[in-house]
């Protein structure tokens, strides 16, 4: 099991910037795969960005491609994600989470372990 603590959310206007972090405690970080999903009210988890164990491999949804990057320290045992030029229709709450396998998952139940997430209200 690995404990997840998502911060960096808050409030910000459109066109701005924000990172989150994502810290891991407990087992080895460099043994998993993470990725960052989002949920907006009254709407399903959607998928944002992946990144492999060493890094070296990332994937991101094509609504964020080009403003947000995927990174991640096994040093500091953090996962961030860079958000910029963001957008109203990126409000929602942002969960990071662990998975034990390989592939850079695009679906939540390829997940092992999440955080509480953290929210991120962009205003127009």
């Known amino acids: 099991q690995v404990q997840l603590v998502e911060s960096g959310g808050g409030l910000v206007q459109a066109g701005g910037s924000l990172r989150l972090s994502c810290a891991a405690s407990g087992r080895t970080f460099g043994g998993y795969v993470m990725g960052w999903f989002r949920q907006a009210p009254g709407k399903e988890r959607e998928f944002v960005a992946a990144i492999s164990r060493g890094g070296g491999s990332i994937s991101h949804a094509e609504s964020v491609k080009g403003r947000f990057t995927i990174s991640r320290d096994n040093a500091k045992n953090t996962v961030y994600l860079q958000m910029n030029s963001l957008k109203p229709e990126d409000t929602a709450v942002y969960y990071c989470?662990?998975?034990?396998?390989?592939?850079?998952?695009?679906?939540?139940?390829?997940?092992?372990?999440w955080g509480q997430g953290t929210q991120v209200t962009v205003s127009s």
């Open positions: 989470a662990a998975s034990m396998g390989w592939a850079l998952g695009e679906i939540g139940h390829e997940y092992d372990n």
